[in-house]
């Protein structure tokens, strides 16, 4: 499958990459570039958008272990799980109807009961629910918050006067009242037909008066509890009015609702928060169900790889290595204390770990970000070893993010046909991936100079190679001459054997005529690194070529003093150049590799491509503009 990389980052919008940039999932990927091109922003977009593929990245392998003395378990996100497991426990604390009806001094079901059977029932149920209260209820319920604990306990009654009212259609002084006492009277004991409908009815004088009595004796009741209650504090014109407040009010209302408004104090933020919390208990159980099954998933890969795993990790190690199928955890028993070993051992464990239960598991693919950045070369080629080996395998593939370039160099020592190498640049501010030439695989190290070097009829690889040649001892020695610029134009002669008729004025005229536009502009890999190469030695053989040109006597000396000359007593700022600034001069990428030339370009990848493209055309621009006169 292959998967086009701007489709991938349509919404990422400080990333504007090549429409024909692509990776194949069926396919082994070396991709090298330097940091800022956005190769962690493609791998996190990768990982959410294909969660079936395999991935390893330092974030995860943080979450693969925990620590204990002499020993470390093993199960991916065995640290998230705890925090999630002690966020769920807190989560149920805030949840619990204790914590709400505690401060109410309600601590057991039947002081809940005592006040109503629906409290008891959520008492009983322990965690308060996610509660739907709408507007115009939550105000009914108010005009009855003074009241709120006698229509509580009373609740079923009230709603029974309600509906003994709704069948009857009375109120205290209606009208069907009367009428329905006179039929009362004037109906016999066995009258079965209505004298008002002539329907056929059965005992409907004795069903009349039951309804009469039945409602009469449960308002008395009500009404007699809310004097009892509230006749101390209220005249008896307010108590009839009142009660006709409570009694239309549960109308409503629904019995689960009053309950809420009573554990939540009539609070719209508490029931507010209390939902949020809901939200996020759902949100923190999916995690724990992700994270137990990820969990799973990783063991029972690993059992899959038993035998090889822990014959590793015993032969690197001496651990002994134990399977616990209960807790879905592999224990690593080391001969020492964990916390004497270095990161860069810890973190090999846990890397080979990784790759053993992609190994062991059912995905096809295993994408990596910077697998060896952080470990030794011996450890370097154990995990190259391991990389090589993967793609060995029928139906693996590995795609690696890499901004190291002992990557490239160390997998195509082991497996020169196993993988494809790509580079990422950043030209005209769009991210480039380009194949790195098939013919570079041929070396062992397909990233030295002498890959760059081995067309002697590009004249620039005359000057790459004379600074392979240049005596390291002898700043002063004549190859080393046309890699400054001091009171002249020099050019070589026959004493320089190949390098006859090399000269500095190459550098200048590089910058000076704007080569480096068009030399940059290139995505051929061999090309590109080196015109960076050349370009990052020119800007400074120009620098001291304008130098030059702003001072009355021979600049002969190194490059910092040459700079130093012209910012004496802690001066930044040149005089009538107010952008030339000794730290400008000092401070860039060109300025960092001066101390040794041959050793510092011996592999130009290493600090020439880790230079973005579009960074040395803005430093040359910078640059050159800072040797502009003030007018």
Known sequence: MEIMLNDLLRDVEFLDIDENAKIDSEKNFIIFGSNGLGKTTIYKNLKNKYPDFDYLDYEETKDLFKKNKSKIEISLGINKLEDLLAQK????????????????????????????????????????????????????????????GYVLHNFKALQEINDISSELEVVDKNYLRQALSLLDKNMDNDTSICPVCGSHVVNLKQLVHQKIEQLSQIRNECLNRFVEEYGSQLSNESISEEFLTIKNAVKNITEENLVNYFVVDGSVDTIKRINETHIKKDEVSKEINDCLHKQTELFYSLIQQKDMYTDYLQDNFNAAVDFDSIKKVVEIKLERNVDTYSTGEINLILFITKLFSFLGSEKQLLIIDDPISSYDLVNQYHIVHHLCRIITNKGKHVIVFTHNPDVINVVNSQNQSGYSYFFFD???NTVIMNPLPKDMKSTGNVLEIDN?????????????????????????????????????????????????????????????????????????????????????????VWIEYKLATLSAVPLEDTYFKKVDKFFKNNQNVLKGYPNLKRDLLINKKVMLNQNCHANSQVYPFYYALSVKTDDILKEIKEIKHAFEKNV
Do not use: M, W
């Open 452 to 540: 760059l070097i081995k067309d002697t009829t590009i004249e620039a690889n005359k000057y790459l190679s004379l600074t392979l040649k240049r005596n390291d001892k002898d700043p002063k020695d004549t190859l080393s001459s046309v890699l400054h610029y001091d009171n002249g134009f020099v050019t070589l002669g026959d004493e320089a054997n190949d390098f006859k008729g090399c000269s500095n004025k190459f550098f200048v005229d590089y910058i000076e005529l704007n080569t480096y536009l068009n030399d940059l502009n290139t995505n051929d890999f061999e090309a590109l690194c080196r015109a960076k190469v050349i370009a990052l030695l020119s800007i400074r």
């Open 426 to 428: 950043k030209v005209n």
């Open 89 to 148: 426990e807190q989560i149920e604390k805030d949840l619990s109807i204790q914590t709400f009806l505690k401060p109410k001094h309600i601590t057991s079901k039947k002081a809940a009961k005592d006040i109503s059977v629906e409290l008891e029932k959520k008492y009983a149920a322990k965690e308060i629910s996610k509660i739907d209260l709408e507007v115009k209820e939550f105000k009914e319920i108010k005009k009855i918050d003074r009241y709120l």
